[in-house]
């Protein structure tokens, strides 16, 4: 059995959870956790996009991440988003991910100025020097503008705490370049949601994604389908996934606050995006509990 299996499996990536005054909520940080515990998930991919990580402090994504480890340590695998917008910040990141008894740290390129490919990768790599936690490189070129290159992949894996990456590129392709180059013993994540079907049937180990939390039985059972061969009825399964996808983005609120205002009609509520994310509307309610009944009906029929 290898190290390596704690990763193959659905890692939903976890959202902020705020009171209402829009602070970082610790009760409802622990609750959101054990919520997906409780669903059967492998991980949490914690403190990345869908958890608004850009828009929090770093103390912020400090008490994040210790509320979710109280309640997850040593019963799921813990992957910690520590980029931030400077190396300084994200070297604290990884060293309090560590002290906090995570499983690995994950990092986009530098966000903003366009830096060369050399200084992406001293990014990075004084990060994984910070601490002796596996590292998960997050590609993820529509929102970095950065697509990563396999001259660069390269030379990040010839370090062996480089176990796996997070390729939210649209391409499958890409993820069969990377497993290939990877090797066996090297986990790849599916990023975008709408493909994860194909990510895996291409070579993706596994999934981490932003709309798993709000569905996580029709990811799990995805993976289950596509593990014993039963590729036909894993296809359904996306389709389904993905009419809910395409409902939430025809929305005038944000994903996440979508996906929150989801969660909460489901029973858990773990407070509104927050801004700039723009929030839902009333005009938006009815294709929120339209995804919500697709969600509800999939489950009965696959779960």
């Given amino acids: 059995m290898s190290r390596l299996d704690k990763y193959r499996g659905i890692f939903p990536a976890f959202?902020?959870?705020?009171?209402?005054?829009?602070?970082?909520?610790?009760?409802?940080?622990?609750?959101?956790?054990?919520?997906?515990?409780?669903?059967g998930v492998k991980g949490l991919y914690v403190?990345?996009?869908?958890?608004?990580c850009i828009y929090q402090n770093v103390e912020e994504r400090k008490i994040i991440l210790e509320n979710v480890m109280e309640v997850a340590k040593g019963k799921i695998s813990i992957i910690a988003h520590i980029a931030a917008?400077?190396?300084?910040?994200?070297?604290?990141?990884?060293?309090?991910?560590?002290?906090?008894?995570?499983?690995?740290?994950?990092?986009?390129?530098?966000?903003?100025?366009?830096?060369?490919?050399?200084a992406i990768e001293k990014y990075w790599n004084d990060m994984i020097d910070a601490t002796d936690l596996d590292f998960v490189i997050y590609n993820i070129p529509g929102t970095t503008g950065y697509a990563l290159t396999l001259d660069l992949?390269?030379?990040?894996?010839?370090?062996?705490?480089?176990?796996?990456?997070?390729n939210s590129s649209m391409p499958t392709q890409d993820i069969q370049i990377f497993k290939a180059a990877g090797g066996e013993d090297f986990i790849v994540f599916n990023g975008p949601?709408?493909?994860?079907?194909?990510?895996?049937?291409?070579?993706a180990d596994g999934g981490i994604?932003?709309?798993?939390?709000?569905?996580?039985?029709?990811?799990?059972?995805?993976?289950?389908?596509?593990?014993?061969?039963?590729?036909?009825?894993?296809?359904?399964?996306?389709?389904?996934?993905?009419?809910?996808?395409?409902a939430m983005l025809s929305c005038?609120?944000?994903?996440?606050?979508?996906?929150?205002?989801?969660?909460?009609?489901?029973?858990?509520?773990?407070?509104?995006?927050?801004?700039?994310?723009?929030?839902?509307?009333?005009?938006?309610?009815?294709?929120?509990?339209?995804?919500?009944?697709?969600?509800?009906?999939?489950k009965k029929k696959f779960c």
């Fill in 193 to 203: 949601d709408e493909q994860f079907v194909a990510g895996r049937a291409i070579g």
């Fill in 47 to 52: 403190c990345g996009s869908s958890g608004e």
């Fill in 252 to 298: 005038h609120g944000n994903l996440y606050s979508v996906a929150k205002e989801i969660l909460r009609i489901q029973g858990i509520d773990i407070g509104e995006a927050r801004l700039p994310l723009p929030r839902f509307t009333e005009d938006d309610l009815p294709t929120i509990h339209q995804c919500v009944e697709i969600i509800e009906k999939a």
């Fill in 85 to 118: 917008p400077s190396t300084r910040d994200s070297i604290e990141l990884a060293k309090h991910a560590e002290k906090c008894g995570v499983d690995a740290v994950a990092a986009i390129p530098p966000i903003y100025f366009r830096l060369p490919e050399y």
């Fill in 15 to 39: 959202y902020a959870c705020y009171d209402d005054n829009g602070d970082v909520s610790p009760e409802r940080t622990r609750l959101f956790t054990q919520y997906l515990i409780d669903k």
């Fill in 153 to 166: 992949f390269k030379r990040m894996i010839k370090n062996k705490k480089v176990i796996g990456i997070k």
């Fill in 209 to 246: 994604g932003g709309t798993y939390a709000v569905m996580p039985e029709l990811f799990i059972k995805a993976d289950e389908l596509i593990r014993s061969g039963d590729f036909v009825t894993a296809k359904e399964i996306q389709y389904e996934i993905n009419k809910v996808i395409f």
